[in-house]
T-cell receptor, first 115, second 113 residues
Framework: KQEVTQIPAALSVPEGENLVLNCSFT??????LQWFRQDPGKGLTSLLLIQSSQREQTSGRLNASLDKSSGRSTLYIAASQPGDSATYLC????WGAGNNRKLIWGLGTSLAVNP | DVKVTQSSRYLVKRTGEKVFLECVQD?????MFWYRQDPGLGLRLIYFSYDVKMKEKGDIPEGYSVSREKKERFSLILESASTNQTSMYLC????????????FGQGTRLTVV
């Protein structure tokens, strides 16, 4: 059964730091992996989607990598800003007919970037 | 821009009421999902639909039902609201194949009193 873990659960950094958020999954047979951002009391915003055949995706200051063999993905945030403060969630879509309809979720990393 | 719209941001309902949460997407996505989110428990899938009139139970379907009569609209129904259904409800949609990036609505904070 696929399980997704995000460590750490919470992170506090000073403004300007480069930081890495981690996501690990137990079954390497994935269709894709997606990173989301959630602000308090709001819905989720899609940040990056990595297909199983890809190694990384970039959007602005964000870079997400995928290593299926080790069951890991990292979200790299460069030059962090207070506006990056939010909860970051990763979700894995499993491989296989029917299975790839559902996302398996981590519990998220709550990030605080201090001015 | 993909848009997923939930009918209400905040709702307060009484115990025993029948509650309808509506979700509409404008990208012709095959898949639509209803989740609830609670502190410490993360996102839990209630129901999802992969086509019009098609639905599958998620991890916590008890006390809920769904309706998908049109491709763009997916409704979540609380048959008889209870206080333990107080939660944040999130709707999402995605394509069925290829680029299956999921997009979410803004969420509905439901309080049952």
């Amino acid at each position: 059964k696929q399980e997704v873990t995000q460590i750490p659960a919470a992170l506090s950094v000073p403004e300007g730091e480069n930081l890495v958020l981690n996501c690990s999954f137990t079954d390497s047979a994935i269709y894709n992996l997606q990173w989301f951002r959630q602000d308090p009391g709001k819905g989720l915003t899609s940040l990056l989607l990595i297909q199983s055949s890809q190694r990384e995706q970039t959007s602005g200051r964000l870079n997400a990598s995928l290593d299926k063999s080790s069951g890991r993905s990292t979200l790299y945030i460069a030059a962090s800003q207070p506006g990056d403060s939010a909860t970051y969630l990763c979700a894995v879509r499993a491989w296989g007919a029917g299975n790839n309809r559902k996302l398996i979720w981590g519990l998220g990393t709550s990030l605080a970037v201090n001015p | 821009d993909v848009k997923v719209t939930q009918s209400s941001r905040y709702l307060v309902k009484r115990t025993g009421e029948k509650v309808f949460l509506e979700c509409v997407q404008d990208m012709d996505h095959e898949n639509m999902f209803w989740y609830r989110q609670d502190p410490g428990l993360g996102l839990r899938l209630i129901y999802f639909s992969y086509d019009v009139k098609m639905k599958e139970k998620g991890d916590i379907p008890e006390g809920y039902s769904v309706s998908r009569e049109k491709k763009e609209r997916f409704s979540l129904i609380l048959e008889s609201a209870s206080t333990n259904q107080t939660s944040m409800y999130l709707c999402a949609s995605s394509r069925g194949t290829g680029n299956t990036e999921a997009f979410f609505g803004q969420g509905t904070r439901l309080t049952v009193v």
